[in-house]
Nanobody, 122 residues
Framework: QVQLVESGGGLVQAGGSLRLSCALSGRTFSSYVMGWFRQAAGKEREFVAA??????SYKESVKGRFTISRDNAKNTVYLQMNSLKPEDTAVYYCAARYGGDYSYSPLGYNFWGQGTQVTVSS
């Protein structure tokens, strides 16, 4: 059974940075496409970024500010978030998809972390 454990959320002022981490256990990490989604209060869960063998993909509004990376030796995926804006405030979720390439839909992922709150104050 795959387990995902996230860390790194918190409260930051606009323009600041945070790095989220997500550790996968239970399976071979390198076989999984990893994604980050977020869900703001009262809104649907939305794609933020994903990384596969072919590289990374990003939501348009975070391009140039967020960077997704993975360390297969540590079974961990990261989301470096710079130049944060109040509209980035949400619960951020790590997700794993076995094989294939990344999906932009939450339905494309098999496993989810518990979520970590990111709050950006203006």
């Amino acid at each position: 059974q795959v387990q995902l454990v996230e860390s790194g959320g918190g409260l930051v002022q606009a323009g600041g940075s945070l790095r989220l981490s997500c550790a996968l256990s239970g399976r071979t990490f390198s076989s999984y496409v990893m994604g980050w989604f977020r869900q703001a209060a009262g809104k649907e869960r939305e794609f933020v970024a994903a990384i596969s063998w072919s590289g990374g993909s990003y939501k348009e509004s975070v391009k140039g500010r967020f960077t997704i990376s993975r360390d297969n030796a540590k079974n961990t995926v990261y989301l470096q978030m710079n130049s944060l804006k109040p509209e980035d405030t949400a619960v951020y979720y790590c997700a794993a998809r076995y094989g294939g390439d990344y999906s932009y839909s939450p339905l494309g992922y098999n496993f989810w972390g518990q979520g970590t709150q990111v709050t950006v104050s203006s």
